[in-house]
């Protein structure tokens, strides 16, 4: 038993268990324009890996088969899938809402120009990475450039409706350049809006904090500047059983290009497919198994019970 799972028992009397999947998230490849210094998946221009059509239609029959609320696609950048679009009209066609997460510079590829559009006609909800409202500390994490790209790119999301109408989201992800726990979030979207709005004239729906995880190229960078025994040292002093309720893995499961199914993106990360008896292949899901499936954990699931928590949603309390 990992340090983890020994915490989870001492706090709830009982393993990590699926409290049912609501949301279905999807990696649909590793492809990315960006290479970040922090990618949890090491995404880059030169990765292959992609979904392709057939196992999109296994999850669109898996989804039929829940009372799915959400299905959240996620990459690399997802819009370089070939099978985007039209798995993104299927999912539309079904009723369930459906969420992107979009690295913003990609949008602004010319084979891209009609994506705001296609967004706002399916009603995509947005998630975009801008870990910080300055451009040195934005650059140095994404790579040079890359502010002030996202900036134009929420100017065009801007322009389509995106973070102006209320059925139109556009959620910022804010994660912390260094090895320290994100701030509180509703003080930081505070100052996300007013210095975007004063920089820039941009708005945005809300501000999502997320804690690095200790996996992928950040693990590495850690390693590099000897950090990386203190990091796990804070994540696990700040343990929060109040996170353990809203912990993502407990509502949701993730598939990956290839359909293997996970509890999460960091497990993906980590090659740590489901396990404990539910089948580990969206062509063999099995609604009651998968959600009544225990987790898979590690020490990386520390930093999800950091502090105020962390998710693909944000802050947990
Ligand atoms: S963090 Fe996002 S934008 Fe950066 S390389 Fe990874 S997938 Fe691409
Ligand atoms: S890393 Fe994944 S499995 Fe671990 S607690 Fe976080 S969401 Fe759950």
């Known amino acids: 038993m990992n340090d983890f799972d020994r915490r989870i028992r001492e706090a709830k009397g009982g393993d990590l268990e699926s409290a049912g999947i609501t949301t279905i998230q999807v990696n649909v490849g590793l492809k990315c324009n960006q ?53 993104v009209e299927a999912v539309d066609r079904l009723q369930i809402p459906v969420m992107v997460r979009t690295n913003l510079t990609v949008l602004l590829a010319p084979e891209m120009e009609t994506m705001p559009q296609f967004y706002r006609n399916h009603n995509v909800q947005l998630v ?24 134009e790119a929420i100017r ?31 003080t930081l979207e505070a100052d996300y809006r007013r210095e975007l709005k004063n920089r820039f004239d941009i708005d945005f729906t809300n501000l999502i904090t997320i ?47 290839a359909g293997n199914i996970y509890d999460c993106d960091f497990n993906l990360a980590l090659n740590m497919c489901v396990d404990h008896g539910a089948p580990t292949h969206i062509r063999d899901f099995d609604p009651r198994a998968h959600a009544n499936r225990r987790i898979v954990t590690g020490n990386h699931c520390f930093g999800c019970t950091a502090g105020c928590g962390s998710s693909c949603g944000g802050a947990l309390v």
């Open 35 to 87: 290479q970040c210094g922090h990618c949890h998946v090491a995404a880059s221009p030169k990765r292959k890996e992609s979904m392709s059509w057939d196992t999109m239609k296994l999850i669109i029959g898996a989804a039929e088969k829940i009372d799915c609320r959400l299905v959240d696609i996620t990459g690399g950048a997802p819009e370089l899938n070939p099978h985007f679009r039209r798995f």
């Open 128 to 151: 975009a990475s801008l870990p910080c409202y300055l451009e040195e500390n934005v650059d140095r994490q994404r790579g040079s450039g890359v502010y002030r790209k996202s900036i």
């Open 156 to 186: 065009l999301l801007n322009a389509n409706g995106y973070g102006r109408d209320e059925n139109l989201r556009l959620s910022l992800v804010y994660n912390p350049v260094g090895p320290h726990l994100p701030p509180n979030q509703t």
């Open 211 to 257: 804690t690095n995880m200790p996996i992928g190229r950040y693990i590495g960078d850690l390693r590099k500047q000897n950090k990386l025994d203190d990091y796990m040292q804070l994540l696990k002093n700040a343990f929060n059983p109040a996170t353990i309720d809203g912990l993502m893995c407990r509502h949701q499961i993730n598939v990956d290009w």
